[in-house]
T-cell receptor, first 112, second 109 residues
Framework: DADVTQTPRNRITKTGKRIMLECSQT?????MYWYRQDPGLGLRLIYY???????NKGEISDGYSVSRQAQAKFSLSLESAIPNQTALYFC???????????FGPGTRLTVT | GQNIDQPTEMTATEGAIVQINCTYQ??????LFWYQQHAGEAPTFLSY????GLEEKGRFSSFLSRSKGYSYLLLKELQMKDSASYLC??????????FGQGTTLQVKP
């Protein structure tokens, strides 16, 4: 089984809809991250969490919100989706004692 | 501001050596990472440099010069499966990773 899982893997939604992307991990890591990836722009940080009670905005948090329901779960919400939120979204985890981030398989989101 | 530059695309021949460069200007420096990403897949960790010098790991090596804000990833004995994007990322003073736009490497027979 994969250590970091994301659901759904693919989603097409309409402008104005609310959508939630979920991330779960079995690595026991305390730190979790949400990134989006757009062609030519690389990975950009949306939100990150160092533990259940610690949520921080990243580089591009506008239009997004997150919830850390448990150490193993970190969800990303788009309250009212817009077409320029069409992107590939990655969740990542890291142990505070290590330097390496582990990425989930990604969610491809299309907003029409 | 934060800025990480790497070439957009590179092409190399199977069996050859290729060097992918990365220059950076960030608010603080706590290490430089290289990730490999095949199309449509998750990035996977390749290397980490925090001190100046060369780190070798099999066919892949990574070099860092902190004074120059410069790193490179060296891939030897290229294989077709090495066709992928290579992402340079710097950990800044807050611990966050700042990514470059990635270099797409195409390996040709």
């Amino acid at each position: 089984d994969a250590d970091v899982t994301q659901t759904p893997r693919n989603r097409i939604t309409k402008t104005g809809k609310r959508i939630m992307l979920e991330c779960s991990q079995t690595k026991g890591h305390d730190r979790m991250y949400w990134y989006r990836q757009d062609p030519g722009l690389g990975l950009r940080l949306i939100y990150y969490s160092f533990d259940v009670k610690d949520i921080n905005k990243g580089e591009i948090s506008d239009g997004y919100s997150v919830s850390r329901q448990a150490q193993a779960k970190f969800s990303l919400s788009l309250e009212s989706a817009i077409p320029n939120q069409t992107a590939l979204y990655f969740c990542a985890t890291r142990d505070s004692r290590s330097y390496e981030q582990y990425f989930g398989p990604g969610t491809r989101l299309t907003v029409t | 501001g934060q800025n990480i530059d790497q070439p957009t695309e590179m092409t190399a021949t199977e069996g050859a050596i290729v060097q992918i460069n990365c220059t950076y200007q960030t608010s603080g420096f706590n290490g430089l990472f290289w990730y490999q990403q095949h199309a449509g897949e998750a990035p996977t960790f390749l290397s980490y440099n925090v001190l100046d010098g060369l780190e070798e790991k099999g066919r892949f090596s990574s070099f860092l010069s902190r004074s120059k804000g410069y790193s490179y990833l060296l891939l030897k004995e290229l294989q077709m499966k090495d066709s992928a994007s290579y992402l340079c990322a710097v950990r800044d003073h807050t611990g966050k990773l700042i990514f470059g736009q990635g270099t797409t490497l195409q390996v040709k027979p």
